[in-house]
C-alpha cells in the first residue's frame, strides 16, 4: 500500500519564529515577503494576480482548495505567489464544474506550500510585526540552514518586478472595429480588468511594461491604461517617465493600485511602504466625491504619501479608506487623468467599485466630442 503519512514542512520567519506543518504542492524550498489575505472566497484569482509576485501569502480561509480550480477563474497565465500557508488543504473538491484539485494544480506550477499551521497566529503576528520576509521548504529539515537562506532574501523595499510579470508582447482583447481604444501599460495587469473594459466595449492593446512611449502613442488610442503589479513603484523610473508622457497627451488616464501610485509618482508625490498592506475582500472607501461608501478589494504593500497628497494643489483626493484614512483615489486637476488604490475589477470580491469603469469609458466619449 501506499505512504499516506504527511510530508512535513517548516515555515521559517525573519522573527526567527518556526513553525511546523504538513506539505502540499510541490515539495522544494521557497521564499518571500511574507503577507495575509482576509477574504474568504477567490484563492485561484488571488493565486495567479501578477500583484503577488515575491510573495508568499497567508490564506485566512479555515478551508482551501474546497470548490477545485476552474481556468476561468485565473488572472494571469500562471500562478504568481511564491508560497501559500493554510489552515486546512481540502483534498476533495464540491463544484462539478471543477477542472482538478487545488493541490494538483499548485504541482503543475511548481508552487511550495504548507497546511496544518495556525493562520490566524500568524496574522496577528504580521499585523502587529509588519511586512517580513520568511522560508517555507518540505525538503530542508535543518532550521539553521533555512534561516541561513532566508538572510540572504532581499526586501520588497526598493525592488522592481514588474517587467518580470509583465508581457513580452503586444496583444489585443476586444473588437478590433470599436470606436473606443485603449492602450495599457502592462506591469502585471490581470485578466479580468481587461474584461472589464472590454465588456464595456473597448478594444484594448496591451503594451510591454519597457515599451517606448513613440509606440505606444502609435495606436493611436483614446485613452490610456495603466496597470497593477508587484515591487516597490519608486523603483520603476521608467514606468513613471512613461506615465509622466502619456498623461501629457491630454487623454483620458486611468491607473489601478501599481498604477495609482505611478500616476501619483509622475506629479511629485512620494510613495511609502506599509506596515503591513491591504489585502482583502471587504475594505471599506469613501467616495469623497458622492459621499458613498462602497466595500473594496485590495492588494497593496506600498502606499500614496497622504500628506503630500493634501499639500499638493494640482491634486485632488476622491476615496478614503474608511479604516485607516489612506488615500484610495486620486484625479489630477486640469488633466482627464485619475486613479484608484483599489481593485474595481474586483475578482474576487463585491462589485461596488465597477463603476469607475464606466466612468472610464464615458470620460473617453466625452473628451473625444
Same mark, same amino acid.
Given at each position: 500500500?501506499?505512504?499516506? %503519512?504527511?510530508?512535513?514542512?517548516?515555515?521559517?520567519?525573519?522573527?526567527?519564529?518556526?513553525?511546523?506543518?504538513?506539505?502540499?504542492?510541490?515539495?522544494?524550498? +521557497?521564499?518571500?515577503?511574507?503577507?495575509?489575505?482576509?477574504?474568504?472566497?477567490?484563492?485561484?484569482?488571488?493565486?495567479? $494576480?501578477?500583484?503577488?509576485?515575491?510573495?508568499?501569502?497567508?490564506?485566512?480561509?479555515?478551508?482551501?482548495?474546497?470548490?477545485?480550480?476552474?481556468?476561468?477563474? &485565473?488572472?494571469?497565465?500562471? &500562478?504568481? *505567489?511564491?508560497?501559500?500557508?493554510? /489552515?486546512?488543504? @481540502?483534498?476533495?473538491?464540491? /463544484?462539478?464544474?471543477?477542472?482538478?484539485?487545488?493541490?494538483?494544480?499548485?504541482?503543475?506550477?511548481?508552487?511550495?506550500?504548507?497546511?496544518?499551521?495556525? +493562520?490566524?497566529? !500568524?496574522?496577528?503576528?504580521?499585523?502587529?510585526?509588519?511586512?517580513? =520576509?520568511?522560508?517555507?521548504?518540505?525538503?530542508?529539515?535543518?532550521? @539553521?540552514?533555512?534561516?541561513?537562506?532566508?538572510?540572504?532574501?532581499?526586501?520588497?523595499?526598493?525592488?522592481?518586478?514588474?517587467?518580470?510579470?509583465?508581457?513580452?508582447?503586444?496583444?489585443?482583447?476586444? $473588437?478590433?472595429?470599436?470606436?473606443?481604444?485603449?492602450?495599457?501599460?502592462?506591469?502585471?495587469?490581470?485578466?479580468?480588468?481587461?474584461?472589464?473594459?472590454?465588456? /464595456?466595449?473597448?478594444? *484594448?492593446? *496591451?503594451?510591454?511594461?519597457? %515599451?517606448? *512611449?513613440?509606440?505606444?502613442?502609435?495606436? =493611436?488610442? $483614446?485613452?490610456?491604461?495603466?496597470?497593477?503589479?508587484?515591487?516597490?513603484?519608486?523603483?520603476?523610473?521608467?514606468?513613471?517617465?512613461? &506615465?509622466?508622457?502619456?498623461?501629457?497627451?491630454?487623454?483620458?488616464?486611468?491607473?489601478?493600485?501599481?498604477?495609482?501610485?505611478? !500616476?501619483?509618482?509622475?506629479?511629485?508625490?512620494?510613495?511609502?511602504?506599509?506596515?503591513?498592506?491591504?489585502?482583502?475582500?471587504?475594505?471599506?472607501?469613501?467616495?469623497? !466625491?458622492?459621499?458613498?461608501?462602497?466595500?473594496?478589494?485590495?492588494?497593496?504593500?506600498?502606499?500614496?504619501?497622504?500628506?503630500?497628497?493634501?499639500?499638493?494643489?494640482?491634486?485632488?483626493?476622491?476615496?478614503?479608506?474608511? =479604516?485607516?484614512?489612506?488615500?484610495?483615489?486620486?484625479?489630477?486637476?486640469?488633466?482627464?487623468?485619475?486613479?484608484?488604490?483599489?481593485?474595481?475589477?474586483?475578482?474576487?470580491?463585491?462589485?461596488?467599485?465597477?463603476?469607475?469603469?464606466?466612468?472610464?469609458?464615458? !470620460?473617453?466619449?466625452?473628451?473625444?466630442?
Amino acid at each position: 500500500m501506499p505512504n499516506t %503519512t504527511p510530508r512535513q514542512a517548516i515555515l521559517v520567519i525573519a522573527d526567527g519564529s518556526v513553525h511546523y506543518g504538513q506539505a502540499f504542492g510541490t515539495i522544494g524550498t +521557497t521564499t518571500g515577503e511574507l503577507c495575509f489575505n482576509t477574504g474568504m472566497t477567490g484563492y485561484q484569482e488571488v493565486f495567479t $494576480d501578477p500583484s503577488y509576485f515575491g510573495q508568499i501569502i497567508i490564506m485566512n480561509s479555515v478551508h482551501i482548495g474546497n470548490y477545485g480550480v476552474k481556468q476561468e477563474d &485565473v488572472e494571469s497565465g500562471s &500562478v504568481k *505567489v511564491r508560497g501559500i500557508i493554510a /489552515r486546512n488543504l @481540502e483534498e476533495q473538491f464540491s /463544484r462539478r464544474l471543477a477542472e482538478g484539485s487545488l493541490d494538483d494544480y499548485l504541482k503543475a506550477n511548481n508552487i511550495v506550500a504548507i497546511e496544518g499551521v495556525d +493562520t490566524r497566529a !500568524l496574522t496577528a503576528l504580521v499585523r502587529t510585526k509588519g511586512a517580513m =520576509n520568511c522560508i517555507i521548504s518540505s525538503e530542508i529539515s535543518d532550521v @539553521e540552514e533555512l534561516k541561513r537562506l532566508l538572510a540572504e532574501v532581499p526586501s520588497m523595499d526598493g525592488l522592481e518586478l514588474a517587467s518580470q510579470v509583465s508581457t513580452d508582447a503586444v496583444y489585443e482583447v476586444g $473588437d478590433p472595429n470599436s470606436d473606443l481604444r485603449i492602450a495599457v501599460m502592462d506591469y502585471g495587469v490581470k485578466q479580468h480588468i481587461l474584461r472589464c473594459m472590454v465588456d /464595456r466595449g473597448a478594444f *484594448v492593446r *496591451v503594451h510591454p511594461a519597457k %515599451t517606448p *512611449v513613440a509606440q505606444v502613442k502609435a495606436f =493611436n488610442a $483614446d485613452g490610456y491604461f495603466i496597470s497593477n503589479g508587484p515591487g516597490d513603484p519608486a523603483a520603476m523610473p521608467y514606468a513613471i517617465e512613461t &506615465v509622466k508622457e502619456l498623461v501629457a497627451d491630454n487623454k483620458p488616464v486611468f491607473g489601478i493600485c501599481l498604477g495609482h501610485q505611478l !500616476l501619483a509618482l509622475a506629479h511629485d508625490i512620494p510613495t511609502f511602504k506599509m506596515h503591513h498592506g491591504h489585502r482583502g475582500l471587504n475594505h471599506p472607501v469613501k467616495n469623497l !466625491l458622492t459621499g458613498k461608501c462602497e466595500i473594496t478589494t485590495q492588494n497593496h504593500g506600498f502606499g500614496v504619501d497622504p500628506e503630500a497628497v493634501r499639500q499638493a494643489d494640482h491634486i485632488e483626493i476622491t476615496h478614503q479608506n474608511l =479604516n485607516d484614512d489612506s488615500i484610495e483615489g486620486i484625479r489630477i486637476k486640469g488633466k482627464p487623468a485619475f486613479s484608484v488604490q483599489y481593485h474595481p475589477e474586483s475578482t474576487p470580491g463585491p462589485h461596488d467599485s465597477r463603476y469607475l469603469f464606466d466612468d472610464f469609458l464615458q !470620460l473617453i466619449r466625452t473628451h473625444k466630442s
